[in-house]
């Protein structure tokens, strides 16, 4: 993973190191935060943020019908639909379970 970091990341910032060492605040600033975007993704990890926290993901806003269709708007929606319980688990019982709770539901 460092190896990584420094091929991809580290390069970047070293090249222009003499443009940061002039710039002013806001400049560091969005460069700080890109760069603790790059670490948090390599490392998996995020903030404890309310949607982190629950598991769930963001829902991306949709003002066409096309948009309000796809799946970036619906795929959170589903999965926060979805019995928490059935999230930490392999395929196969995922699906079966999941495939159970919809006949149950909907034929009840």
Do not use: C
């Not at 769930?56 to 970036?72: C, E």
């Not at 926060?80 to 999230?87: G, V």
């Not at 495939?99 to 149950?104: E, G």
């Amino acid at each position: 993973m460092r190896s990584v970091y420094y091929s991809l990341t580290y390069s970047h910032l070293q090249y222009a190191i003499g443009v940061w060492g002039g710039a002013g605040k806001t400049a560091l600033k969005r460069l700080n935060v890109l760069h603790n975007k790059v670490l948090r993704a390599m490392t998996y990890s995020s903030y404890a943020t309310r949607v982190a926290t629950r598991g769930g993901y963001i829902w991306q806003m949709a003002s066409t019908v096309k948009a309000k269709r796809s799946l970036k708007h619906l795929g959170p929606k589903i999965w926060d639909s979805i019995d928490p319980s059935l999230y930490d688990i392999s395929l196969p019982v995922f699906k079966r379970q999941l495939k159970d709770k919809l006949v149950n539901e909907y034929s009840g």
